[in-house]
């Protein structure tokens, strides 16, 4: 059974930081591309950090500076770093693991965990 588990979030003030962690099963990790993805109220889902199956990593310029992502395979892990958060980094972040398929992406989610930044 395949399982993505965020966890990490939580309340924090503006400049503060939070990792996040995502821990995964029931699936060959090493050979899945690692996404974060953020959703904001009324907003779309957006793309935070992509990590690939040979570890490079791309940050979306919105939190760039700021952010970092990256996985541990030995541990089927993967994380977010975030540092000086603002109060627009509110959202529900999620993990996804993806991989090319025959006809599209096999894709998987985590059920999100909720980070707020409010004073």
């Known amino acids: 059974q395949v399982q993505l588990v965020e966890s990490g979030g939580g309340l924090v003030q503006p400049g503060g930081s939070l990792r996040l962690s995502c821990s995964a099963s029931?699936?060959?990790?090493?050979?899945?591309?690692l996404s974060w993805y953020r959703q904001a109220p009324g907003k779309q889902r957006e793309l935070v950090a992509i990590?690939?199956?040979?570890?490079?990593?791309n940050i979306s310029d919105t939190v760039k500076g700021r952010f970092t992502a990256s996985r541990d395979n030995a541990k089927n892990m993967v994380y977010l770093q975030m540092n000086s958060l603002k109060f627009e980094d509110t959202a529900v972040y999620y993990c996804?693991?993806?991989?090319?398929?025959?006809?599209?992406?096999?894709?998987?989610w985590g059920q999100g965990t909720q980070v707020t930044v409010s004073s």
């Open positions: 996804n693991a993806w991989r090319p398929a025959l006809v599209g992406v096999e894709a998987y």
């Open positions: 029931g699936f060959t990790f090493s050979n899945y591309f």
């Open positions: 990590i690939t199956n040979s570890d490079y990593t």
